[in-house]
């Protein structure tokens, strides 16, 4: 059984990915913070779950030797801090960047470490729009994620050569889920849809790879 690893999984769009990787054959890990929050969908998809902070490095390397050899990895994780440049909290900045950017390439390492001498894995980050254009009173985000995009587009000229793809999903609008429900005006991205085009990532012919692909919705607000 093929095994994958997601790590920042939650009840939006890495439910929608565990549950899609579940029903094509994976054995499905899930790794956040809080785990006891991932017990229901671990006994619907049956996964397990891990505790991790993922810009821990220590917790990083204990997480991918529990989780066993992934063949595919999705880094999801996400830190925003709102405000002004300058009254924006030093602290949370760094949060931000440790979360989105710097905990990724701890992903990308350990599981670079495991892929290459197989020759063959896939690594997903998940990224946003502010990842491509920064917006007014979100500098912390978008430099996290800015980063996260250097890393992808970084291992990606690396690893594709090596047999292991890596491929960067700007995330190009809101989600869909229980805190933010559609209006009926297709606004939002349905996070079954994203998991889908995932799945179309992970089975990309590595004749033509991409390392980067951007979903949004129909229906635009910015």
């Not at 894995?121 to 985000?141: E, R």
Request: charged residues 20%; hydrophobic residues 45%.
């Amino acid at each position: 059984m093929p095994q994958a690893l997601i790590i920042g999984a939650g009840d939006g769009l890495s439910a929608s990915l565990a549950r899609r990787l579940a029903r094509e054959g994976y054995g499905v890990a899930l790794a956040a913070r809080n785990p006891a929050k991932l017990a229901a969908l671990a006994a619907e998809t049956g996964a397990t779950t891990h505790a991790c902070d993922a810009a821990d490095a220590a917790q990083v390397a204990a997480l991918f030797a529990a989780a066993g050899e992934a063949e595919v990895v999705v880094y999801n994780p996400s830190y925003r801090t709102r405000g002004p440049v300058a009254e924006l909290d030093p602290a949370e900045v760094q949060k931000s960047l440790q979360v989105c950017a710097f905990g990724g390439f701890l992903a990308v390492r350990e599981a670079a470490r495991r892929m290459l001498p197989r020759g063959r894995g896939t690594i997903l980050l998940t990224g946003a729009s502010a990842g491509v254009k920064g917006y007014p009173l979100s500098a912390a985000f978008a430099m996290g994620k800015f980063a996260l995009r250097g890393l992808a587009q970084s291992a990606a000229r690396e690893l594709h050569p090596k047999g292991v793809h890596v491929a960067h999903v700007v995330i190009d609008g809101g989600i869909r889920g229980a805190r933010r429900p559609e209006k009926g005006d297709d606004t939002l991205l349905d996070p079954d849809a994203i998991a889908e085009t995932y799945l179309q990532l992970i089975r990309q012919p590595r004749s033509a790879w991409s390392w980067e692909i951007a979903v949004r919705p129909w229906m635009e607000q910015f």
